[in-house]
């Protein structure tokens, strides 16, 4: 589909990686002056009058409420609290509409229709009918986005908002998402193709995923695809804050997020990492985390951030000392990690959790 764009670098699946320039395509983005195909995401359409009660039976969030053109999140746990699926969600007044990444949507899917019993649901995969463009929200302001109940379907991310419900874990002062404004359109196929051929003639500027995940890394955004291994708990991903609801009612693995945030703490937390940018070799997803010589945790996600350098996420050991001098493993060898606090290891609300000073990476690059 890309290939009449100039620069365009396309992965095995066809998607749009970039354009030959990531730090220019990252600029673009966040600037509000291009936007990227996300085809690493998928569309689930949810009809029926039962569709939202029934949602928010089986999810963490609140959704028997929604209301249309609301954005929300949600997560799907085991009944031990683990992150199974994860689910952007917008509903337009008829159907309700989940954009999850693409290796997690199968699953989901087929998920949601075993569960649903006699209820007045239909689920579906409407990825053959509609495609995911994100950017910031002016970026998105002049394309064909779908309403086929009238409301558009643009998802505008809550992050890192703290949403009716939900619970905040790294410090609120400066977060650097706040500074991220991002949105995601359902659009209709032919529409996508329009996009793309606006971009060959140079109507229109595109950026691919790697820009849009450098700027996710940046604002400590977890993510279904790559952030979630068996194991994961909300809590150390900090995404009590938009993706789970502490007030509703029951639901597979409720017990769990209660204990864990009432009683406990999570056993691990995610923490950025400023990389040594010395090297020209990023750490791979899943490279060891050391301290000293002691492996205390993995990378999930990591990128070339076009102001900050070579940047990660990570998922480190509870008791992992905030002030540890931390590794990663690379194919050149050890990279330098300097941690910053994401999800503190005294985190629960019991503990009272601290506030830990972070100066704005936007106050720090105008001194």
């Known amino acids: 589909m890309y290939t009449e764009v100039p620069g365009a670098v396309v992965d095995d699946d066809g998607a749009l990686v970039h354009l030959g320039n990531p730090v220019a395509e990252q600029r673009a983005l966040a600037a509000g002056t291009a936007l990227t195909p996300l085809d690493d995401r998928r569309v689930i359409a949810v009809t029926g009058e ?24 949600t997560l799907v746990l ?15 007044g008829e159907t309700t509409w989940l954009i999850a990444d693409r290796a997690d949507a199968d699953g989901l899917l087929l998920w949601l229709t075993r569960m649903r019993f006699r209820l007045r649901v239909a689920p579906r995969d409407a990825s053959a009918e509609v495609a995911v ?24 991310d809550p992050w890192p908002g703290v949403t009716v419900g939900g619970h905040a874990y790294a410090a609120d002062d400066a977060h650097p998402g706040a500074e991220r404004d991002w949105a995601e359109a359902i659009v209709p196929r032919a529409e996508l193709a329009r996009i793309v ?15 849009a995940e450098a700027l996710r890394v940046a604002a400590w955004r977890p993510r279904r695809a790559g952030d979630v291994d068996e194991r994961a708990l909300p809590h150390e991903l900090d995404w009590l804050r938009t993706a789970v609801h502490l007030d509703k009612g029951c639901y597979r693995g409720q017990e769990t997020v209660a204990k864990v945030h009432n009683l406990g703490h999570p056993p691990r937390r ?30 999930t996600s990591v990128a070339r951030h076009f102001e900050q350098g070579p940047i990660a996420l990570a998922i480190v050991r509870r008791t992992t000392p905030v002030d540890a ?43």
Not at 135 to 147: D, Q, W
Not at 206 to 211: H, N, Q
Not at 355 to 364: D, G, H, K, Q
């Open 197 to 211: 051929e606006c971009a060959a003639a140079g109507e229109l500027a595109l950026a691919g995923r790697d820009a």
């Open 270 to 299: 995610l923490v950025a990492l400023q990389l040594d940018g010395s090297g020209t070799v990023l750490p791979e997803p899943g490279a060891p985390v050391r301290a000293g010589d002691t492996e205390v945790g993995a990378i």
């Open 78 to 92: 085991d009944p031990h609290g683990h992150i199974e699926h994860a689910a952007s969600v917008l509903d337009d």
């Open 133 to 156: 463009v994100g950017g910031a929200p002016a970026a998105l302001a002049g394309i064909g986005v779908a309403a086929p109940a009238g409301v558009p379907l643009v998802w505008h």
């Open 50 to 73: 039962d569709r939202l009660t029934w949602l928010d039976s089986l999810t963490s969030q609140a959704l028997a409420s929604l209301a249309p053109g609301e954005s929300t999140e």
């Open 325 to 367: 001098a931390l590794t990663v493993d690379t194919d050149d060898g050890p990279v330098a990690a300097a941690q910053e606090v994401i999800v503190p290891p005294d985190a629960g609300a019991t503990a009272g959790v601290p506030r830990i000073p972070r100066l704005s990476r936007r106050a720090a690059s105008s001194a």
